[in-house]
């Protein structure tokens, strides 16, 4: 505090605020009720603080976890999920899930604090030194520092419009810890604050952009709608549910996408996947990129070249052409772009030729088939397929819980097999692929939606944010955690190639009991080989709201290499040993 300000305050029993009690007045204003974070110098007090001013503040064991709580909870609830962490270190660990948000297109703030900038900048050796903005700049999509308590205001509002306008992502706010403890006079400090008017302004597409994508849809004969998570996040759900019924469109969810419509709809064409990406000749995609999990729009899933023309509604105009080209662009939010799509088809709208909707479903009906087949083999030990079969039935009969899912067959297995009923109810890997997002998503959906949370775990995916069993505990969430437990990475019976004593590469500890670790944590553990045990564990679970992990023994050698995307996984054609 300025000597100045020390004597006003002194003798005019002026009111003063400070740096932590400006960054929680900004959060509050902007209606921001929760904050994820890993206590530490130099932000121990804001949570403290935060935490004695009504909001919310969950401590995680380690930084990533809490970021991606920030992250999930942004892409449920359309507001910046906020991370908290201390400075380098902290700040380096919130920052993988600060990336995965940014490539995910979900809205998230990270503060960090940081070290004293006159030090930084010398390089002369400050208490977890690090020029963090500069590192956080391209991971993210916009990073600002505050140096002034009097500028707190207008630095959260910033990150706030930058996090939710246009492509969501994530942003990063350094503060650096002298700012924290920054006296200003209160009525100057509250004068300073910024209110975000309307943070994601609708972006209403052009008029002329929805005739040329009406255009297109009308001369296609076999059209196909992709339903993206950027759908799912716009929270259209009933208008994107009558363009698909009033079109007579077949649709694919994308795994984030499921449940928008209920999976069993009849329009639905997930499982005749290949049948209609490579048989269409229109295809529109609602907030779903032409990245990797779509083969970039090319190549021989997609069938011959040329054989299709795209449109595409997103709210990025440079994903347009991105991969292939775009024919009819819809550049908008979604809500504005399917409610103007759905004000221009009229009442005359002609369905899609039924030769097309027979294709499909004759397609549909022998993937069921066999999919049924495989569900109702009672293997021993217990197969993918089989435990899955009774998750799906939990799914079925609660409808309104929470799924989250990693792993690589785990994943690729459950997507397939467990239909979702209802929108934003299955969290998962997203655009990376990553592992680690499992207890951070569990325990920001179940704290945002006070809905239970079911999260099927592969074992290697849940070891890395496995310890956040204790934050569950802690909070006592309804959580319960199935970990699919096939001692290792893809499959259980990895051989060490060197012919010494050290495991394979994918192996972990054979015959682990993960159920024991939550137990010591004062939650519920149970270790089950069967479905009729692992049914009965998980409704006891979701009927009690107990924290709860259990271990479902798999079959090691059920798995394989990757999942369903053993395709992108390069083998040495020189390692005889591993097959090649
Ligand atoms: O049409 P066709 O005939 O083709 O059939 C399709 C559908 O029509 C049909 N289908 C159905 N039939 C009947 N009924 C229904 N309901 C139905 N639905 C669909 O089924 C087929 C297939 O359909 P699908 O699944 O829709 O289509 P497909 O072709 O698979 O789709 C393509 C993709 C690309 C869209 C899809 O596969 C996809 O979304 N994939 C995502 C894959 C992914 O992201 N995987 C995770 C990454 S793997 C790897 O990277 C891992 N690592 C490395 C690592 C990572 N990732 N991160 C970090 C930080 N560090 C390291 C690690 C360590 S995974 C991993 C751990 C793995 O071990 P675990 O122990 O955790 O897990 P386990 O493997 O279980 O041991
Ligand atoms: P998926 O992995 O499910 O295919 P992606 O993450 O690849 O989905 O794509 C999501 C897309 O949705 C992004 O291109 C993003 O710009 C877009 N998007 C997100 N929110 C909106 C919105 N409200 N309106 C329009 N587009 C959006
Ligand atoms: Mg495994």
């Not at 299709?308 to 819809?330: C, T």
């Not at 005359?348 to 109702?376: F, V």
């Amino acid at each position: 505090m300025s000597a100045a300000l020390e004597q006003k305050a002194d003798e005019q029993e002026v009111e003063l605020t400070d740096g932590f009690h400006l960054v929680i007045d900004a959060l509050k204003l902007n209606g921001i009720k929760t904050i994820y974070n890993v206590p530490g110098i130099p932000i121990t007090d804001l949570g403290r603080l935060a935490q004695a001013s009504g909001m919310r503040v969950i401590s995680f064991r380690h930084e990533q976890n809490a970021g991606n709580a920030a992250a999930i909870a942004g892409f449920l609830t359309k507001s910046p999920g906020i991370c908290l962490t201390v400075s380098a270190p902290g700040f380096l660990n919130g920052l993988v899930a600060l990336a995965n948000a940014t490539t995910n297109c979900f809205p998230m703030i990270l503060i960090s604090g940081s070290s004293e900038r006159e030090i930084v900048d010398l390089q002369q050796g400050d208490y977890e030194e690090m020029d963090q903005l500069a590192i956080a700049r391209p991971m993210c999509k916009a990073a600002y520092r505050v140096l002034h308590a009097a500028d707190i205001g207008i630095g959260i509002a910033r990150a706030i419009r930058a996090a939710v306008s246009g492509r969501p992502g994530g942003v990063y706010l350094d503060m650096p810890a002298k700012l924290f403890g920054q006296v200003i006079e209160a009525e100057a400090g509250r004068r300073s604050l910024v209110k975000v008017i309307d943070p994601a302004p609708a972006q209403i597409p052009a008029p002329e952009a929805v005739e040329r994508a009406l255009d297109v849809l009308r001369g296609a004969k076999r059209p196909l709608i992709i339903l993206g998570k950027g759908a799912a996040y716009a929270q259209a759900d009933n208008d994107i549910r009558v363009l698909i019924e009033k079109s007579g469109i077949p649709y694919i969810p994308m795994s984030m996408a499921k449940g928008l419509l209920p999976d069993t709809h009849p329009l639905s064409a997930a499982a005749a996947r290949s049948t209609v990406l490579s048989e269409s000749d229109v295809v529109m995609m609602i907030g779903a990129r032409l990245n990797w999990l779509l083969s970039h729009g090319k190549g021989r899933q997609w069938g011959p070249p040329g054989s299709k023309k795209f449109i595409q509604i997103d709210i990025e105009p440079r994903e347009m052409d991105s991969n292939v080209e775009i024919a009819a662009p819809l550049v908008g939010d979604i809500g504005s772009c399917v409610a103007a799509l759905l004000r221009g088809m009229g009442n005359d709208w002609k369905q899609p030729p039924a030769e097309w909707t027979q294709a499909i479903n004759t397609k549909k009906e022998q993937n069921i088939a066999r999919m049924a087949s495989r569900l109702g083999r009672n293997a021993m030990p217990m197969d993918y397929h089989s435990a899955l079969r009774v998750l799906r039935d939990v799914i079925k009969e609660r409808p309104d819980a929470i799924l989250v899912n990693e792993g690589a067959n785990t994943l690729d297995q459950a997507r397939g097999v467990i239909d979702m009923y209802q929108p934003r109810k299955r969290l998962d890997v997203g655009t990376w692929g990553v592992m680690g997002i499992g207890m951070g998503f569990a325990i920001a959906a179940s704290v945002e939606t006070g809905k239970p949370v079911l999260a099927i775990e592969g074992d290697s995916a849940f070891g890395f944010s496995g310890m956040e069993v204790e934050t569950i505990c802690r909070y006592k969430l309804p959580v319960c955690v199935v970990v699919f437990n096939n001692d290792g990475i893809y499959r259980g019976d990895g051989v060490n190639l060197g012919g010494g004593s050290d495991p394979a590469t994918t192996m972990f500890v054979p015959g682990s009991r993960y159920d024991k670790m939550i137990e010591g944590f004062g939650g519920v553990g149970v270790n089950v080989t069967t479905p009729d045990e692992l049914k009965r564990a998980v409704d006891t679970a979701m009927d009690s709201g107990k924290p709860t992990l259990i271990n479902a023994a798999i079959d090691p050698a059920a798995g394989s290499e990757s999942g369903n995307i053993g395709n992108l996984n390069p083998k040495s054609a020189l390692n005889k040993k591993a097959g090649a």
